[in-house]
């Protein structure tokens, strides 16, 4: 099991940045792909990006694609999403979570076996 911390959190305005980071605790995080999903009031949790265990390839949500950037550093534990450009819409309670490494993208919650507690997000027009 891994335990993760997320944080960076807060209140923006559209057209600025933003950067979330989840600390990752446990088990060895370098044996972990990551992803981060977030999940706006009366809406079902969605995925946002994703990261290989190495940190040698991302993958994102087409809503997300050229805005958030996706990073890890195993030699801290940590994983990092770096957000830019935001919109209204990217108002959301963010979380990550880490699953055993694969060779496929996991963009579904299930998944997904870790989750950190979450850190709100929002964004005013």
């Known amino acids: 099991q891994v335990q993760l911390v997320e944080s960076g959190g807060g209140l923006v305005q559209a057209g600025g940045s933003l950067r979330l980071s989840c600390a990752a605790s446990g088990r060895t995080f370098s044996r972990y792909d990551m992803g981060w999903f977030r999940q706006a009031p009366g809406k079902e949790r969605e995925f946002v990006a994703a990261?290989?265990?190495?940190?040698?390839?991302?993958y994102y949500a087409d809503s997300v694609k050229g805005r958030f950037t996706i990073s890890r550093d195993n030699a801290k534990n940590t994983v990092t999403l770096q957000m830019s450009r935001l919109k209204f819409e990217d108002t959301a309670d963010y979380y990550c979570?880490?699953?055993?490494?694969?060779?496929?993208?996991?963009?579904?919650?299930?998944?997904?076996?870790?989750w950190g507690q979450g850190t709100q997000v929002t964004v005013s027009s």
């Open positions: 979570a880490a699953a055993p490494s694969s060779n496929t993208w996991k963009t579904k919650s299930r998944d997904y076996l870790d």
């Open positions: 990261i290989s265990w190495s940190g040698g390839s991302s």
